[in-house]
């Protein structure tokens, strides 16, 4: 089975990503994670996407493509995973099932106006350690300014400023929409409204995926 969630910046895929993760047992596969990651420890890939990420435009379908390759033929990717920020385009859900087509595959499409997308990611902070989210508005860390997860003190992301949010938006709307048609055609689609709370959210988007879960990974 795969998992993929939809949605633009801010709509709240990776937070609800991690919920399913803990919930199902299946590793969460972030691109968004991965990029950042690999700014953060200079590698090659890291070198080639910071620029491009801190612009607010997608990194090439190759290199994206070769990460997520390289990820979901892992062991613990065998009875399941959770795609947050892949696939962002027609071509890489192609990709996706080139390489890996015979997954049961359902899809969630977080619907979240403008509005509220621009004040959760102006308020958003992260772990650059582990990737752990928070907001200032809401999900606040125990210990200010610090991860609850490793101590480390958060951070701002590059591409939260007003300017790269508005970039990220015209990005998702003109590039990464196309697929909502596309995952309509295919059925397992389902639009979820991403505006409630982080915990309604969840239990909208269980409530849909349960009946696709096998009896045995139910909890
Ligand atoms: P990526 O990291 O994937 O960013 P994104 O898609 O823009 O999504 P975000 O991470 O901003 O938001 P989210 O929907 O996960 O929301 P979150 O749960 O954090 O990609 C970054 C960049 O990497 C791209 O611009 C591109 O350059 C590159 N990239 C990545 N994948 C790529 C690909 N496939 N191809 C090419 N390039 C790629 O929530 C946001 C905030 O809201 C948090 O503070 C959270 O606590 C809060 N929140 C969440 N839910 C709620 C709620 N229900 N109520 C109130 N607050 C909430």
């Given amino acids: 089975m795969r998992i993929i969630l939809l949605g633009p910046p801010g709509s709240g895929k990776g937070t609800q990503a991690s919920l399913l993760s803990e919930k199902l047992g299946f590793p969460k596969i972030a691109t968004g994670d991965l990029l950042r990651e690999a700014v953060r420890q200079q590698t090659p890939l890291g070198l080639k996407a910071k620029a491009v990420m801190e612009r607010g435009e997608l990194v090439s379908d190759e290199l994206v493509g070769e990460i997520v390759q390289e990820r979901i033929t892992q062991p613990d990717c065998q009875s399941g995973y959770i795609l947050d920020g892949f696939p962002r385009n027609v071509n890489q859900a192609l990709f996706l099932e080139r390489i890996d087509g015979a997954r049961t595959e359902i899809v969630i499409d977080l619907e979240v106006d403008e509005e509220e997308i ?102």
Avoid: M
């Avoid at 239990?203 to 696709?212: D, E, G, R």
């Fill in 118 to 219: 621009i004040r959760r990611l102006s308020a958003r902070r992260i772990c650059p350690q582990c990737q752990a989210v928070y907001n200032l508005e809401g999900k606040l860390p125990r210990h200010e300014g610090k991860c609850d997860n490793c101590q480390a003190d958060l951070i701002q992301r590059e591409d939260d400023r007003p300017e790269v949010i508005r970039k990220r938006l015209e990005v998702y709307r003109h590039q990464t929409r196309p697929l909502v048609e596309y995952y309509k055609g295919k059925g397992n689609y389902q639009k979820i409204k991403g505006d409630g709370k982080i915990e309604e959210v969840f239990q909208a988007i269980y409530s849909w995926i349960k009946q696709f879960i096998p009896a045995e990974l139910r909890r």
